[in-house]
Structures are given as structure tokens and as C-alpha cells.
């Protein structure tokens, strides 16, 4: 998927960062099937850390096609599909995965049934055991598994996620269309949607909601706009919040 929200925010920050609650769906990332590391951490110390991340990792499902912006639509793939998923990544003395493009230290995500760029918010997260080394040594990790989603999953994702833009589009209309409220109203409004909804909201939708807060209204309206189009391929009609976009001078 490829965000739109022009320089207002880096393309990953909208995306799901999934480090809350996953999304509740039967869609499993398996037990890794393979597992190799250069010295200073076994395998099997990466395998307890994987299989505790597992459940996180089923709700950066794939939901739609990688085509142009508004021209994506519901990720339906052939049945011959490659369900194999492979992570890559670095990590640090601290057993922290490393996280440095000008230092080469990306972590890589292979697999048509990821997001991507969710996965890789999620893996810069994880913690594995320090291990004794110098200064800038590092290990190198490789893990195999398996995942797929049905459509019906999917399909329910989706509508899970349209569910919650409307329901922030009805809170934030709560505060009037007669003139743009201010940065600090929207904020609280939307600070408020997130608190009472807490583990409810899918892990993308948080993410993305997240990087409304403490904006000028009318860029959180474009990001409102473009996280919906992001996220689901398709508008979410709000006419009071894209009414107020409209006033901005």
C-alpha cells in the first residue's frame, strides 16, 4: 500500500504501527519454521521472543492490492500464492533491533500476506537478550513462518476500519460545521476517541488516528481524508470535517 499525505507526515509514520492490541481475527502467523543467527544470540532465544509476537503480527494483514492510490482495491490473491513470510534484521549489543538507513540497518519483510511497512514498525520494537560484544558489533537474524487470511477475514478488516472513521468523523462533526474548530478542540476530540475506544480500535486505524493529533485543522483534515483512502481505497463521507477544509483560507 502506498500512502498519500503528501510532506505532511513520513510515509511510514500513517501506516499501522501495530504495537497495541491485535486485531481480533482467526488469521495466525505460525511458529517459525526456520531460524538462523550469526553468533552472540541462539535461535532459540529469538524463537521465545517471535512466538511472543506472533498474535501482534496477524493484524498487519494485507488487506489491499499495491496498484496506484485510487485505483486500489481488496487484496484477492490466486490460490497458488506463496504464504511464506521471512524477516531480516540487526541487532544491537542491548538487544535492540537496529534501525539506521544511513547505517544500512533496515529490517527487510518478504511476503505478499504483510503490510509491510506495519511489520517493520513492529520488529523495530522488539527487545531480544543483550549479549556480550564491542562496541558496533551486532547480530544478524533470519526467521521463516507461514501466514494467510481468508477473504472473509479481510473483508471484515475492512469494514472494521471504515466503522471506526465514521465514528470519529460523527465525534469530530459533534463540535459544529459553522466555522473550523481549533487545533486544541480537534485534538481533545480525537485524544477522547482513542481513550474510550482503547483496544477496540484495530492496530492501523490507532496508528493512523495518532498522527491526526496536536495538527492545524486543515491539514488534519487532508490526513483524514488520505489515511481513509490509505487504509480502506475508498472515501469515508464526512461532509462537516471536509466542509472545514474547505473554509481553511
Same mark, same amino acid.
Given at each position: 500500500?502506498?500512502?498519500?499525505?503528501?510532506?505532511?507526515?513520513?510515509?511510514?509514520?500513517?501506516?499501522?504501527?501495530?504495537? #497495541?492490541?491485535?486485531?481480533?481475527?482467526?488469521?495466525?502467523?505460525?511458529?517459525?519454521?526456520?531460524?538462523?543467527?550469526?553468533?552472540?544470540?541462539?535461535?532459540?532465544?529469538?524463537?521465545?521472543?517471535?512466538?511472543?509476537?506472533?498474535?501482534?503480527?496477524?493484524?498487519?494483514?494485507?488487506?489491499?492490492?499495491?496498484?496506484?492510490?485510487?485505483?486500489?482495491? *481488496?487484496?484477492?490473491?490466486? *490460490?497458488?500464492?506463496?504464504?511464506?513470510?521471512?524477516?531480516?534484521?540487526?541487532?544491537?549489543?542491548?538487544?535492540?533491533?537496529?534501525?539506521?538507513?544511513?547505517?544500512?540497518?533496515? *529490517?527487510?519483510?518478504?511476503?505478499?500476506? #504483510?503490510?509491510?511497512?506495519?511489520?517493520?514498525?513492529?520488529?523495530?520494537?522488539?527487545?531480544?537478550?543483550?549479549?556480550?560484544?564491542?562496541?558496533?558489533?551486532?547480530?544478524?537474524?533470519?526467521?521463516?513462518?507461514?501466514?494467510?487470511?481468508?477473504?472473509?477475514?479481510?473483508?471484515?478488516?475492512?469494514?472494521?476500519?471504515?466503522?471506526?472513521?465514521?465514528?470519529?468523523?460523527?465525534?469530530?462533526?459533534?463540535?459544529?460545521?459553522?466555522?473550523?474548530?481549533?487545533?486544541?478542540?480537534?485534538?481533545?476530540?480525537?485524544?477522547?476517541?482513542?481513550?474510550?475506544?482503547?483496544?477496540?480500535?484495530?492496530?492501523?486505524?490507532?496508528?493512523?488516528?495518532?498522527?491526526?493529533?496536536?495538527?492545524?485543522?486543515?491539514?488534519?483534515?487532508?490526513?483524514?481524508?488520505?489515511?481513509?483512502?490509505?487504509?480502506?481505497?475508498?472515501?469515508?463521507?464526512?461532509?462537516?470535517?471536509?466542509?472545514?477544509?474547505?473554509?481553511? *483560507?
Amino acid at each position: 500500500m502506498h500512502l498519500c499525505t503528501s510532506h505532511i507526515v513520513p510515509r511510514w509514520f500513517a501506516l499501522a504501527l501495530c504495537l #497495541l492490541t491485535p486485531a481480533a481475527q482467526a488469521a495466525e502467523v505460525s511458529p517459525a519454521s526456520r531460524v538462523e543467527t550469526s553468533p552472540g544470540l541462539s535461535p532459540e532465544a529469538v524463537k521465545r521472543v517471535f512466538d511472543q509476537q506472533r498474535p501482534a503480527l496477524a493484524s498487519c494483514m494485507r488487506l489491499l492490492t499495491e496498484e496506484a492510490l485510487r485505483e486500489n482495491t *481488496p487484496w484477492n490473491p490466486p *490460490p497458488d500464492v506463496d504464504d511464506r513470510i521471512l524477516l531480516r534484521f540487526e541487532v544491537g549489543r542491548d538487544g535492540k533491533v537496529l534501525d539506521d538507513a544511513r547505517g544500512g540497518h533496515i *529490517p527487510h519483510v518478504g511476503g505478499l500476506y #504483510l503490510e509491510r511497512n506495519c511489520v517493520r514498525l513492529l520488529v523495530r520494537s522488539w527487545v531480544f537478550p543483550a549479549f556480550p560484544a564491542r562496541q558496533g558489533e551486532k547480530v544478524s537474524v533470519e526467521i521463516e513462518a507461514r501466514f494467510s487470511t481468508t477473504a472473509a477475514e479481510r473483508k471484515a478488516e475492512l469494514a472494521r476500519i471504515r466503522e471506526e472513521f465514521e465514528a470519529l468523523c460523527r465525534a469530530l462533526s459533534a463540535l459544529g460545521g459553522g466555522k473550523p474548530p481549533t487545533a486544541q478542540d480537534t485534538t481533545q476530540t480525537i485524544q477522547r476517541f482513542l481513550s474510550e475506544r482503547r483496544g477496540r480500535l484495530s492496530s492501523p486505524t490507532r496508528s493512523s488516528l495518532e498522527s491526526l493529533l496536536h495538527v492545524n485543522v486543515p491539514d488534519m483534515v487532508s490526513l483524514y481524508e488520505n489515511l481513509a483512502l490509505e487504509l480502506l481505497s475508498t472515501p469515508v463521507s464526512c461532509p462537516t470535517v471536509h466542509g472545514w477544509g474547505r473554509q481553511a *483560507p
